[in-house]
């Protein structure tokens, strides 16, 4: 069993920049591929990028890609999301997710969840 731990949101203005964290403990972090996801009110969880196990391999929602960066670092059990040139509607929850094997973008291919870091951007 994983568990997942997210931190690194808050309030930014437009142009701004975060640095989500996920901390991971209970597994072996390098046999997880790890993705990062979003979700406002009423609207369902949007994929934003995943990771492969060896963080070779990344992929990018289109609305994010060229101002998101998507890291890992197996020896610290740890994934990142780099957000820059942050937007209003980049404004959600963020999650991070882990699921064993390959990268997928689905929410449901995931089995390991955060309990999510609320990141606000303000115009």
């Known amino acids: 069993q994983v568990q997942l731990v997210e931190s690194g949101g808050g309030s930014v203005q437009t142009g701004g920049s975060l640095r989500l964290s996920c901390v991971a403990s209970g597994g072996t972090f390098s046999s997880h591929a790890m993705g990062w996801f979003r979700q406002t009110p009423g609207l369902e969880r949007e994929f934003v990028a995943v990771?492969?196990?060896?963080?070779?391999?990344?992929y990018y929602a289109d609305s994010v890609k060229g101002r998101f960066y998507i890291s890992r670092d197996n020896n610290e059990d740890m994934t990142y999301l780099q957000m820059n040139a942050l937007k209003p509607e980049d404004t959600a929850v963020y999650f991070c997710?882990?699921?064993?094997?390959?990268?997928?973008?689905?929410?449901?291919?995931?089995?390991?969840w955060g309990q999510g870091t609320q990141v606000t951007v303000s115009s």
């Open positions: 997710a882990a699921r064993v094997g390959t990268t997928r973008v689905r929410a449901s291919a995931y089995e390991y």
């Open positions: 990771i492969d196990w060896s963080g070779a391999t990344t």
